[in-house]
């Protein structure tokens, strides 16, 4: 069988060595007095924010040679964390930043958009009901924080005796903690078997026909052809709660598709949600700044070709004009 996205898997799953083992701030950065940058940079954190990371970090090193980007996945938890350390430039994180996390310094850039998702296996008995049906986020509640569903029956209203097998995640992450926000629950509330990170657990539902789980979009879809990945099916969600999915709820088949649908409010937010560039406080760092303004500027030329949605230009100058005053 192949597996989700190789390269993202492989990449991620062999967390980069921040440079020199140092972490943030082993090699003075600065600027020539012609504005030649040098340095290093470091990111780390969430899975969801990780392939746009590496498109940022490989655009800005070919405008800048002498500045090194070093970017690894662990989950926004492990970002956050990192960040607050000062063990990182910046944590990647796939959630609000929460205001105990303000209060010791962290600030959050918002830096694109995207959504997490259901995710089932394309094989299952049932998957034309399923994409019928479609999932609400009262039967969501009760499938991953009640725990009372225990076959697709229960899930389709009918008398089908099918078990279902649900997944989370294990890892402290901004897919789960937005994904149970959807249905008024937290992660910790979550049951289920708990896989680690985004890749892992959308490999559990490719080899479980009756498994049920969530992924963040960028690993629902192959990033190169921004088609579902093979043996994954999304469960489309009834937004409206009428017990079908409308051809207005239609919205899956590519990348491109669900993205629009993103931008346009018709999939719900949450799970759809703002990805951040976390620091703690406002860089100042001549080296890191610039690469901050890079991505609130010309790096959101990435997002869209890498299946991600562009920041508001609203959110952008303010944080921008945040990143300029300090403030």
């Given at each position: 069988?192949?597996?989700?996205?190789?390269?993202?898997?492989?990449?991620?799953?062999?967390?980069?060595?921040l440079?020199?083992?140092?972490?943030?701030?082993?090699?003075?950065?600065?600027?020539?007095?012609?504005?030649?940058?040098?340095?290093?940079?470091?990111?780390?954190?969430?899975?969801?924010?990780?392939?746009?990371?590496?498109?940022?970090?490989?655009?800005?090193?070919?405008?800048?040679?002498?500045?090194?980007?070093?970017?690894?996945?662990?989950?926004?938890?492990?970002?956050m964390?990192?960040?607050?350390?000062?063990?990182?430039?910046?944590?990647?994180?796939?959630r609000?930043?929460?205001?105990?996390?303000?209060?010791?310094?962290?600030?959050?850039?918002p830096?694109?958009k995207?959504?997490?998702?259901?995710?089932?296996?394309?094989?299952?008995?049932?998957?034309?009901?399923?994409?019928?049906?479609?999932?609400?986020?009262?039967?969501?509640?009760?499938?991953?924080?009640?725990?009372?569903?225990?076959?697709?029956?229960?899930?389709?209203?009918?008398?089908d005796?099918t078990?279902?097998?649900?997944?989370?995640?294990?890892?402290?992450?901004?897919?789960?903690?937005?994904?149970?926000?959807?249905?008024?629950?937290?992660?910790e509330?979550?049951?289920?078997t708990?896989?680690?990170?985004?890749?892992?657990?959308?490999?559990?539902?490719?080899?479980?026909?009756y498994?049920i789980?969530?992924?963040n979009?960028?690993?629902?879809?192959?990033?190169?052809?921004?088609v579902?990945?093979?043996?994954?099916?999304?469960?489309?969600?009834?937004?409206?709660?009428?017990?079908?999915?409308?051809?207005?709820?239609?919205?899956?088949?590519?990348?491109?598709?669900?993205?629009?649908?993103?931008?346009?409010?018709?999939?719900?937010?949450?799970?759809?949600?703002?990805?951040?560039?976390?620091?703690?406080?406002?860089?100042?760092?001549?080296?890191?700044?610039?690469?901050?303004?890079?991505?609130?500027?010309?790096?959101?030329?990435?997002?869209?070709p890498?299946?991600?949605?562009?920041?508001?230009?609203?959110?952008?100058?303010k944080?921008?004009?945040?990143?300029?005053?300090g403030?």
């Amino acid at each position: 069988m192949k597996n989700i996205n190789q390269k993202l898997l492989i990449a991620a799953s062999a967390v980069t060595l921040l440079a020199s083992c140092g972490g943030a701030g082993s090699v003075t950065n600065h600027v020539d007095p012609d504005g030649t940058l040098h340095g290093e940079i470091s990111l780390s954190g969430a899975f969801a924010l990780y392939p746009l990371a590496v498109e940022w970090a490989a655009e800005f090193q070919k405008d800048n040679p002498d500045v090194k980007v070093d970017v690894s996945a662990g989950g926004a938890g492990k970002g956050m964390t990192d960040a607050l350390a000062g063990v990182v430039d910046f944590g990647m994180v796939s959630r609000e930043v929460y205001p105990q996390e303000i209060e010791k310094g962290a600030v959050g850039f918002p830096s694109a958009k995207d959504a997490v998702v259901p995710t089932i296996n394309k094989n299952n008995p049932a998957i034309n009901a399923i994409l019928e049906k479609g999932l609400t986020k009262e039967v969501a509640h009760k499938i991953w924080t009640e725990g009372n569903v225990k076959t697709w029956g229960e899930v389709l209203g009918t008398d089908d005796q099918t078990p279902i097998h649900i997944y989370t995640r294990s890892d402290a992450c901004g897919a789960a903690e937005t994904f149970a926000n959807w249905f008024g629950s937290k992660q910790e509330d979550l049951g289920g078997t708990a896989v680690f990170g985004d890749p892992g657990l959308a490999a559990a539902i490719q080899k479980d026909i009756y498994g049920i789980g969530f992924n963040n979009i960028g690993y629902a879809y192959d990033n190169d052809t921004h088609v579902l990945n093979e043996g994954l099916e999304i469960f489309p969600v009834d937004a409206d709660g009428d017990g079908k999915i409308s051809d207005e709820e239609r919205f899956y088949a590519k990348k491109e598709d669900i993205t629009k649908a993103i931008a346009e409010d018709r999939y719900p937010s949450p799970p759809a949600r703002d990805l951040y560039l976390v620091s703690k406080g406002v860089p100042t760092d001549p080296v890191v700044a610039a690469f901050l303004k890079y991505v609130l500027t010309k790096g959101q030329e990435k997002n869209d070709p890498v299946g991600y949605i562009k920041i508001s230009q609203d959110k952008l100058d303010k944080a921008l004009e945040r990143l300029s005053t300090g403030k």
